[in-house]
């Protein structure tokens, strides 16, 4: 159990006391044991409420699985009396499924609550809108999950309720993983200003958001503090020790060099989510991946790596590109010399070498309606870690704009070139600046690493131009938003 000690200061010179904030619960499951029992004795029919309270009591002791169990057979002693459906236990078992990380199992039960309320006449639970908007986070659609805590929004205001504060916390967690750092910010701001008018006090999930939106601008030592403060009001709230919080933690230990108590972190998260009954996490394990590779300890890394690949087999989760492509790099280590042979083989160079008289390390090529974001995220990082960088809307001149786009092109080491869906579509046009680019590229020895963001795939090789389609034969890198400082990591030693 999670203990929390409390000082109490005598004359004598003061005692402590530990008080187990579940002790609580633990009384009231022991009651409705009791209660259950004396029900079986006298012959009597069970009691789905009292079953649905014994779920809770184990819920809030961390018991997840066998909490699992009670709300199920909560659910099956009402159809056996044929007693109306209870549409929150259809609520609660989202709920359950959601922390265990069910998500598919937890939109289903979503599915059921909504139909149980339809059935009965009830007005709609914005509740609802804001758990499938965190299952679908959780599983990478994010678009769904923005629509669906924007409709968790409206639900409240068209009942006259003030809006959830942590509706626009939970958009902003959306806004991380797209990489729309200033949106993120916002979002956090106005949950801060909904709390103060509100009169609700500071809250942990939001300080722990606040710490993976450090972490991902390389604040590492803001984003621990973020992480302490969330822990302090984890504790005030008599909550029990989070998983993931012990992971983020970890993410940013190992960041700043300090990979032993990072590991510690994430071995003492899984522990925590086997007790509880919690699916592994493919995320977890592959930071932990990356911990042990930048300790050194290769072999237990690749371990690691191939672990996160199979729980994500064994959950029916879509693989991450990044995950398999860093497992790949880590087996071959001639990689990097790969991706200089290809590169040379698909350029049609003049013979111009990307020598030190660059004046750019990268120039960052991109669609703006679809990349911008990420185009800023990777240019601050690659600036964070001394690279300089082009970018047309903060470094293009006065004059020419087709010109100077080319003759930055020409100037630069490497040409990061941000893939997304349909990017290539416009290419059919000759005036297309990124066509222009490419071509560039491609004449003048500029090295490509292109990188294959969601949902991107390669056109045939006789649907690209011919005057760019050597892009085919070069190596690339998946964009990862979960690991993201891993994938910046991965982009600089291929820029070395």
Same mark, same amino acid.
Request: net charge negative; charged share 25%; hydrophobic share 40%.
């Given at each position: 159990?999670?203990?929390?000690?409390?000082?109490?200061?005598?004359?004598?010179?003061?005692?402590?006391?530990?008080?187990?904030?579940?002790?609580?619960?633990?009384?009231?499951?022991?009651?409705?044991?009791?209660?259950?029992?004396?029900?079986?004795?006298?012959?009597?029919?069970?009691?789905?409420?009292?079953?649905?309270?014994?779920?809770?009591?184990?819920?809030?002791?961390?018991?997840?699985?066998?909490?699992?169990?009670?709300?199920?057979?909560?659910?099956?002693?009402?159809?056996?009396?044929?007693?109306?459906?209870?549409?929150?236990?259809?609520?609660?078992?989202?709920?359950?499924?959601?922390?265990?990380?069910?998500?598919?199992?937890?939109?289903?039960?979503?599915?059921?609550?909504?139909?149980?309320?339809?059935?009965?006449?009830?007005?709609?639970?914005?509740?609802?809108?804001?758990?499938?908007?965190?299952?679908?986070?959780?599983?990478?659609?994010?678009?769904?999950?923005?629509?669906?805590?924007?409709?968790?929004?409206?639900?409240?205001?068209?009942?006259?309720?003030? @809006?959830?504060?942590?509706?626009?916390?939970?958009?902003?967690?959306?806004?991380?993983?797209?990489?729309?750092?200033?949106?993120?910010?916002?979002?956090?701001?106005?949950?801060?200003?909904?709390?103060?008018?509100?009169?609700?006090?500071?809250?942990?999930?939001?300080?722990?958001?606040?710490?993976?939106?450090?972490?991902?601008?390389?604040?590492?030592?803001?984003?621990?503090?973020?992480?302490?403060?969330?822990?302090?009001?984890?504790?005030?709230?008599?909550?029990?020790?989070?998983?993931?919080?012990?992971?983020?933690?970890?993410?940013?230990?190992?960041?700043?060099?300090?990979?032993?108590?990072?590991?510690?972190?994430?071995?003492?998260?899984?522990?925590?989510?086997?007790?509880?009954?919690?699916?592994?996490?493919?995320?977890?394990?592959?930071?932990?991946?990356?911990?042990?590779?930048?300790?050194?300890?290769?072999?237990?890394?690749?371990?690691?790596?191939?672990?996160?690949?199979?729980?994500?087999?064994?959950?029916?989760?879509?693989?991450?590109?990044?995950?398999?492509?860093?497992?790949?790099?880590?087996?071959?280590?001639?990689?990097?010399?790969?991706?200089?042979?290809?590169?040379?083989?698909?350029?049609?160079?003049?013979?111009?070498?990307?020598?030190?008289?660059?004046?750019?390390?990268?120039?960052?090529?991109?669609?703006?309606?679809?990349?911008?974001?990420?185009?800023?995220?990777?240019?601050?990082?690659?600036?964070?870690?001394?690279?300089?960088?082009?970018?047309?809307?903060?470094?293009?001149?006065?004059?020419?704009?087709?010109?100077?786009?080319?003759?930055? @092109?020409?100037?630069?080491?490497?040409?990061?070139?941000?893939?997304?869906?349909?990017?290539?579509?416009?290419?059919?046009?000759?005036?297309?600046?990124?066509?222009?680019?490419?071509?560039?590229?491609?004449?003048?020895?500029?090295?490509?690493?292109?990188?294959?963001?969601?949902?991107?795939?390669?056109?045939?090789?006789?649907?690209?131009?011919?005057?760019?389609?050597?892009?085919?034969?070069?190596?690339?890198?998946?964009?990862?938003?979960?690991?993201?400082?891993?994938?910046?990591?991965?982009?600089?030693?291929?820029?070395?």
């Amino acid at each position: 159990p999670f203990l929390v000690t409390v000082c109490i200061s005598l004359l004598s010179g003061g005692t402590i006391e530990s008080v187990d904030p579940n002790a609580d619960l633990q009384v009231d499951l022991d009651r409705i044991l009791a209660a259950e029992e004396a029900l079986r004795a006298a012959g009597r029919d069970p009691d789905p409420d009292l079953t649905a309270q014994r779920a809770a009591a184990l819920e809030g002791l961390q018991d997840f699985q066998q909490a699992l169990e009670a709300y199920n057979e909560a659910i099956q002693i009402r159809q056996a009396l044929s007693l109306a459906e209870d549409p929150g236990m259809f609520k609660n078992l989202a709920s359950l499924h959601f922390k265990m990380g069910n998500y598919q199992d937890s939109l289903s039960s979503i599915t059921d609550y909504a139909r149980v309320r339809d059935r009965q006449g009830l007005p709609e639970d914005w509740e609802l809108s804001k758990l499938r908007g965190n299952c679908f986070s959780r599983i990478g659609r994010y678009d769904e999950a923005l629509e669906a805590y924007r409709r968790a929004e409206r639900i409240q205001v068209s009942q006259g309720m003030p @809006v959830f504060p942590f509706l626009p916390m939970n958009r902003g967690a959306v806004y991380i993983a797209l990489g729309q750092i200033e949106d993120a910010l916002l979002a956090f701001a106005e949950t801060d200003e909904l709390l103060q008018a509100q009169g609700l006090p500071p809250d942990c999930d939001l300080e722990m958001n606040r710490g993976v939106l450090l972490g991902k601008m390389h604040r590492f030592d803001e984003a621990l503090a973020a992480y302490d403060r969330a822990e302090e009001l984890f504790i005030e709230a008599g909550r029990p020790e989070d998983v993931t919080l012990l992971m983020n933690r970890g993410i940013a230990l190992y960041q700043l060099g300090r990979t032993d108590e990072a590991l510690l972190h994430f071995t003492r998260s899984e522990r925590l989510r086997r007790e509880r009954g919690m699916k592994d996490s493919y995320v977890l394990v592959f930071h932990r991946a990356i911990a042990n590779f930048k300790a050194g300890k290769r072999k237990l890394a690749i371990r690691d790596a191939y672990k996160s690949i199979e729980i994500c087999s064994r959950q029916g989760m879509t693989m991450n590109r990044f995950v398999a492509e860093t497992l790949q790099e880590w087996l071959e280590p001639a990689e990097k010399e790969l991706l200089a042979v290809e590169n040379a083989s698909a350029s049609t160079s003049r013979g111009e070498e990307s020598g030190p008289d660059k004046q750019y390390d990268a120039f960052i090529c991109y669609r703006r309606a679809v990349a911008q974001g990420h185009a800023m995220l990777i240019q601050t990082h690659l600036g964070l870690n001394g690279r300089s960088v082009f970018r047309d809307l903060d470094n293009l001149p006065q004059g020419q704009y087709r010109d100077n786009l080319e003759r930055a @092109v020409q100037q630069s080491r490497y040409l990061v070139l941000l893939l997304t869906p349909d990017f290539f579509t416009r290419c059919v046009n000759v005036q297309d600046e990124v066509r222009r680019e490419l071509r560039t590229a491609l004449q003048c020895g500029c090295r490509i690493i292109p990188v294959l963001m969601d949902g991107f795939h390669w056109p045939a090789e006789d649907e690209l131009p011919e005057d760019i389609r050597a892009v085919r034969l070069i190596n690339g890198i998946s964009f990862s938003s979960e690991f993201f400082a891993a994938f910046i990591d991965k982009l600089l030693r291929w820029m070395e």
